[in-house]
């Protein structure tokens, strides 16, 4: 393709070229009211306040994997318009100690019934730490209006039956209040565009093809 026609391309074209979401939600805190307007249920789950950090961790844990309840958060997105991308950055680190170990998991849904595993957080070496960051979001999570989130922690060890401290080795939302801009959850959403667009669109294309015909 001559530059010409590409530099044409990228002014009929533009939300294909450089889209902008048409839904973002983010936040850091996850102490704030505003970090909770998308969480529909919680179970085995608190929030949990150490130091500098803020982030959500199972209430108790078990001696070992098989034996765990998960510390559950799920979010539900109800969107107007079908979803053509999604864009996911989620902060849901795992850390090892002696005392326990953490392994989360994250799910995707379109109805809130039959989930997808989007990412498998495995537990890290003794004494360090590992994180999630961007998830692969599949097809077969878009083309709905509905976006299901569902974060499942795994704290487990000697001490996590107790709860507290001993099951901060699987977190949500982990957040520093000596960093206060940094975000511990960022989502964007572009629609499937309406059907004038999507005309507007095709006719946009249409008319370059003719173009790029004469200009041979």
């Known amino acids: ?32 009211a505003s970090s909770q307007t998308y969480i529909v249920s919680t179970s085995n789950a608190v929030l949990y306040s150490e130091g500098v950090v803020h982030t959500w961790k199972p209430s108790v844990g078990g001696t070992t994997f098989g034996s765990t309840t998960p510390g559950r958060i799920t979010y539900h997105f109800s969107l107007p318009s079908p979803a053509a991308a999604i864009s996911l950055w989620m902060n849901m680190p795992t850390f ?5 170990q953490g392994h989360n998991f994250l799910f ?25 960051g961007t998830v692969a ?18 704290s487990y060890g000697s001490f996590a039956p107790s709860g507290g401290v001993y099951t901060n080795t699987a977190q949500l939302s982990r957040w520093a209040t000596n960093n206060p801009t940094a975000k511990s959850f960022r989502l964007e959403v572009t629609y499937v565009p309406e059907p004038a667009t999507a005309l507007l669109v095709l006719c946009g294309l249409g008319t370059l093809a003719g173009v790029a015909r004469c200009a041979r």
């Open 108 to 132: 995707g849904s379109t109805d809130g019934t039959n989930w997808t595993q989007l990412a498998d957080v495995l537990p890290p070496a003794f004494g360090s730490a590992r994180d999630l």
């Open 96 to 100: 090892h100690w002696s005392y326990s």
């Open 1 to 32: 393709m001559r530059p010409w026609i590409a530099a044409l391309c990228l002014l009929v074209l533009p939300g294909l070229a450089h889209a902008v979401p048409d839904f973002s939600y983010s936040y850091g805190d996850p102490y704030l």
């Open 137 to 154: 979001i599949p097809g077969s999570l878009l083309g709905a209006n509905d976006l299901w989130l569902r974060a499942d922690l795994y």
